[in-house]
């Protein structure tokens, strides 16, 4: 069993449309959570970043962590084709130990958004 | 500044070449990562350098060769690859590891 398991789709969804990505994962030392777009042929780009459990919202992007469950969502208001990528959740454990800093990464969900 | 940039974008090269990509940031960051990702996967770490010193190597065969000449440039030497090394390598960077990391582009390498 993989430490972080993501659905990697395809998704597709109409524009407009509010869309739910989600990880859940094993390794209970993880408190740095991440998500990240990465559009074809580029670099990721990092969306959200947040420690330990709650919520956090930057414009049309909400992430939520449940440490109880060991699940993460990344929901996107009124998609838009520009959010056409492949979304990666990312995590990693707090200090001590020699995987600090180390990121562990879900498959990757492939969403298109389509007019 | 907050950008992290890669030279070259593409890169061909025979298996018996050597060459260099590059790596560079100026936001002040004191970690610095290289990663490989391979088509459809998630980019797996290569090593991580913390202040200016190498901290983790992932097992990475020795025909990468990383190098931190200071603490904005960050070097991965190639040597002797394999076909299967083909990739895209990418470069990251964070204000002390362990905080979010931000991502270069890549350099796209292709091993003939």
């Known amino acids: 069993q993989k430490e972080v398991e993501q659905d990697p789709g395809p998704l597709s969804v109409p524009e407009g449309a509010i869309v739910s990505l989600n990880c859940t994962y094993s390794?209970?030392?993880?408190?740095?959570f991440m998500w990240y777009r990465q559009y074809s042929r580029k670099g990721p780009e990092l969306l959200m970043y947040?420690?330990?459990?709650g919520n956090k919202e930057d414009g049309r992007f909400t992430a939520q962590v449940d440490k109880s469950s060991k699940y993460i969502s990344l929901f996107i208001r009124d998609s838009q084709p520009s959010d056409s990528a492949t979304y990666l959740c990312?995590?990693?454990?707090?200090?001590?130990?020699?995987?600090?800093?180390?990121?562990?990464f879900g498959q990757g969900t492939i969403l298109t958004v389509h007019p | 500044d907050t950008e992290v940039t890669q030279t070259p974008k593409h890169l061909v090269m025979g298996m018996t070449n050597k060459k260099s990509l590059k790596c560079e940031q100026h936001m002040g960051h004191r970690a610095m990562y290289w990663y490989k990702q391979k088509a459809k996967k998630p980019p797996e770490l290569m090593f991580v350098y913390s202040y200016e010193k190498l901290s983790i190597n992932e097992s990475v065969p020795s025909r990468f060769s990383p190098e931190c000449p200071n603490s904005s440039l960050l070097n991965l030497h190639l040597h002797a690859l394999q076909p299967e090394d083909s990739a895209l390598y990418l470069c990251?960077?964070?204000?002390?590891?362990?905080?979010?990391?931000?991502f270069g582009p890549g350099t796209r390498l292709t091993v003939l």
């Open positions: 947040t420690y330990s459990s």
């Open positions: 990312a995590m990693s454990p707090n200090a001590g130990g020699t995987s600090y800093g180390k990121l562990t």
């Open positions: 390794n209970s030392a993880f408190q740095y």
């Open positions: 990251a960077s964070s204000q002390v590891v362990g905080n979010e990391q931000f």
